[in-house]
């Protein structure tokens, strides 16, 4: 894909990583359309050879010299780094009985130390040209929780959590540093989901628990362009370039949607080993609750008296 020459990005110099697949691939060829100079990382080699119009870097997100080779590419290429979109990332959907500490490690190396890292180099060249706009990929999982991702879930409250930490912290420099929150999307991994057993059953269950009852597709789901909040430059006239901190869902309603999806019991049963231990016999609560139903009852009574009693503590302190 050629560059454009106009554009709501134009001449901007943008580092793009996991960019030979899914969002990030979208990203990258929304950011050419809008006239960028696209920088774009991956692990894959063989499919980020088929994004054209980009310079590509084949690298690990995990590995510090790698991530630094992103940033330095553009620096060394531009003399600047306008915009760094930090979307590498893995998606197993593991429940935790059924998880490795292998496969915790590994999610948490890619998705949380990845994204540590190429935005601390991110912000080192930006800190140089005097500001920037860095835009983490996180997920309805780094915003709420959800069956089926203790794995991958906490990985993306680290991106969530990132995002405004480093906000906060470099606001006064120029730097702007949002996320977006995708909801379920049309990707390699879902289409693989289809083919194992009970796969189509739980994806059927998880486009019910979207309020709008679909799944987003990649190109819909990229960081909004130069016009929109979280890639704005500060340099930008737009309202938007005042935005940061802010994480930005495009799920279709699902994060605020009051069900979740439910793993149907056949495709669970198929996929982790058999339960053990009293919890299994519990009572539920209600949709989502594995509390005992007289815990669930008296929640609210227990966090009242408590409250009480925190009062009746304060008052007596000595002043």
């Known amino acids: 894909m050629a560059q454009e020459t106009s554009g709501r990005l134009a001449d901007r110099v943008c580092v793009i990583t996991g960019a030979a697949s899914g969002i990030g691939r979208a990203t990258a060829e929304r ?8 920088i774009a990382a991956d692990v894959d080699a063989e499919r980020l050879a088929t994004l054209g119009g980009v310079i590509p870097v084949v690298g690990d997100v995990s590995r510090e010299e790698d991530a630094r080779r992103m ?9 600047r ?7 590498a990332g893995v998606i197993p959907l593991l429940s935790v009985t059924e998880a490795e500490p292998s496969d915790f490690d590994r999610v948490m190396a890619v998705d949380g130390r990845g994204m540590f890292l190429t935005c601390k180099y ?8 005097g500001g920037g706009a860095i835009v983490c990929t996180s997920s309805i999982s780094g915003v ?8 991958y879930g906490p990985a993306k409250f680290v991106a969530s959590g990132l995002t405004k930490h480093l906000a906060v912290e470099w606001a006064e420099h120029g730097i702007r540093v949002n996320a977006v929150a995708p909801g379920t999307i049309e990707t390699e991994r879902v ?6 057993p009970g796969g189509p059953e739980y994806l059927t269950e998880v486009v019910r628990a979207h309020p709008m009852r679909r799944f987003g597709t990649p190109r819909r789901s990229p960081p909004p362009s130069s ?13 938007s370039s005042r935005s940061t901190a802010a994480t930005w869902p495009t799920d279709t309603g699902r994060a605020l949607a009051a069900r979740r999806a439910r793993v149907p019991r056949r495709w669970s049963e198929a996929r982790r080993p058999a339960r053990h231990g009293p919890a299994h016999g519990r009572a539920r609560a209600g949709r989502g609750s594995s509390l ?3 815990a669930a009852a008296g929640e609210g009574r227990g966090r009242e008296a408590r409250a009480q009693q925190d009062a009746r503590a304060a008052a007596a302190a000595p002043r």
Do not use: C, K
Not at 81 to 87: K, Y
Not at 191 to 196: Q, S
């Open 31 to 38: 950011f050419l359309r809008e006239g960028a100079h696209v």
């Open 81 to 87: 780094l306008d915009v760094l979109v930090a979307n």
């Open 227 to 239: 016009s929109s909040p979280p890639t704005t430059p500060p340099s930008s006239p737009a309202p």
């Open 122 to 129: 991110a912000i080192e060249a930006m800190l140089v040209s």
């Open 292 to 294: 005992p139903v007289g």
């Open 191 to 196: 289409a693989a989901a289809r083919i194992e």
């Open 144 to 151: 709420a929780g959800q069956a089926r991702q203790a794995v």
């Open 71 to 79: 940033i330095d590419t553009a620096v060394e290429r531009f003399g």
